[in-house]
């Protein structure tokens, strides 16, 4: 089983940047495609952006278009999140998940397509 971590959240002012990774181990992480999701205070958790074991489809949510792009790392196994243009709506935990694939090709936005997720990190944005 894939166990997965998730690092690289903090504070940022709005307009600011933030990139976080999620270290995947114990699995093949080449077989997983992978997801990020948030949750806000009071909310509940939401598709933020998806990406295929290939990397070659991503897939991110209307809200984040534009601002935020998933990639992935095989050789690192990790899935980075880049966020740019941060606004204070963006505050949220964000989660790591990972779904083993035999297509390539798929992307999974929803969250009950998922099976392994990760602790969360917390983004601030302040105004």
């Known amino acids: 089983q894939v166990q997965l971590v998730e690092s690289g959240g903090g504070l940022v002012q709005a307009g600011g940047s933030l990139r976080l990774s999620c270290a995947a181990s114990g699995g093949t992480f080449s077989r997983y495609a992978m997801g990020w999701f948030r949750q806000a205070p009071g909310k509940e958790r939401e598709f933020v952006a998806a990406?295929?074991?290939?990397?070659?489809?991503?897939y991110h949510a209307d809200s984040v278009k534009g601002r935020f792009t998933i990639s992935r790392d095989i050789a690192k196994n990790t899935v980075y999140l880049e966020m740019n243009s941060l606004k204070p709506e963006d505050t949220a935990v964000y989660y790591c998940?990972?779904?083993?694939?035999?297509?390539?090709?798929?992307?999974?936005?929803?969250?009950?397509?998922?099976?392994?997720w990760g602790q969360g990190t917390q983004v601030t944005v302040s105004s």
């Open positions: 998940a990972a779904e083993p694939v035999a297509n390539s090709m798929l992307v999974y936005r929803r969250q009950d397509q998922y099976d392994y």
């Open positions: 990406i295929s074991r290939s990397g070659g489809i991503k």
